[in-house]
């Protein structure tokens, strides 16, 4: 077997999915940097976001309302995420293990009570196909996802150019220096969250579109994956990305490496049981590489 062409074949795909697990990197890049937090909702909210686009667009809706739609959802799973940590007095780790609990049932019943809802490319206008991620040809969704993550970064770029962004950026910072600023942090915590679960949602629908169906357990590891992509972005462009928009970009391309990087291992014949164990390493290679390059010596 020629593995050198298989991969070489299969590149399109890796390169597809990683941008659109990007989106949800993006999502997970807002609370784990810029909140400076742990949210466990987006293995939850992933899935909220694929059923709730699925199930509306088999239900007659247009593919841009459903999927605005989804990143509602997103945003309510934020907000209760949110609330349940600042309202509540609930650490956020485990506000976000709450809401992911929730959201299984949630999820199910948006689906009907199933665990998967297919739909057809065939009898659907969907925005995103795998069946033409090969094709020379307007539907592909390479393009699709690099136009939708260009304007996700700016307007993220714009907004936290803003006076409520740079609140959030100072929130996640420094929590006792922001409040001695006047700054509501339990706001701005809240509306991080939101956003960071929006774009999770978002990544969701363009997921269960792209693979042709939502399924309860899409988003099982995907808080992995997110922070592979993060890590794997800074790890390698931390040096050369500077501007706040380009770790952004960094971040997408993490998520783009860290599938192409997952499609070569595949090819080379890794078990598929053994994907998240794999995905775990990826991680804590990534995560130790600037501890051995400097941090060991001041530990």
Not at 96 to 123: C, E, F, H, W
Not at 135 to 150: C, E, G, M, R, S
Not at 226 to 241: D, H, N, P, R, T
Request: hydrophobic fraction near 55%; aromatic fraction near 8%.
């Amino acid at each position: 077997m020629n593995y050198l062409s298989v991969f070489t074949s299969s590149l399109p795909g890796a390169c597809a999915q990683g941008l659109a697990w990007g989106i949800m990197a993006l999502g997970v890049y807002i609370t784990f940097r810029i909140l400076n937090t742990s949210d466990l909702t987006v293995d939850g909210s992933l899935a909220t976001g694929g059923s709730v686009c699925i199930a509306l667009m088999t239900s007659g809706v247009n593919v841009g309302v459903a999927m605005l739609a989804a990143v509602a959802s997103g945003i309510l799973a934020g907000l209760i995420t949110g609330l349940l940590h600042t309202k509540c007095g609930i650490p956020a780790i485990l506000a976000g293990i709450l809401t992911q609990l929730s959201l299984y049932s949630i999820n199910l019943r948006i689906m009907g009570n199933r665990a998967n809802l297919p739909i057809s490319v065939d009898k659907y206008k969907l925005l995103v196909s795998q069946r033409y991620v090969r094709a020379l040809n307007l539907k592909n969704p390479i393009p699709v996802f690099v136009i939708l993550i260009a304007v996700i970064i700016a307007v993220l770029y714009w907004f936290f150019g803003t006076e409520l962004g740079s609140s959030i950026r100072a929130t996640g910072n420094n929590v006792r220096m922001a409040k001695a600023q006047g700054i509501n942090t339990d706001r701005n915590k809240v509306l991080g969250f939101c956003m960071a679960n929006g774009l999770v949602a978002l990544s969701g629908a363009l997921i269960a579109q792209y693979q042709g169906a939502s399924d309860v357990n899409m988003g099982r590891g995907a808080i992995v994956i997110g922070l592979a992509a993060v890590i794997i972005g800074e790890v390698l462009f931390s040096k050369i990305f500077s501007n706040f928009s380009l770790k952004m970009l960094a971040v997408v391309i993490g998520a783009v490496i860290y599938y192409i990087v997952l499609q070569l291992v595949l090819t080379l014949g890794l078990n598929t049981n053994d994907l998240k164990l794999f995905s775990a390493l990826i991680v804590a290679i990534f995560l130790a590489i600037p501890y051995f390059k400097g941090g060991r010596k001041d530990a």
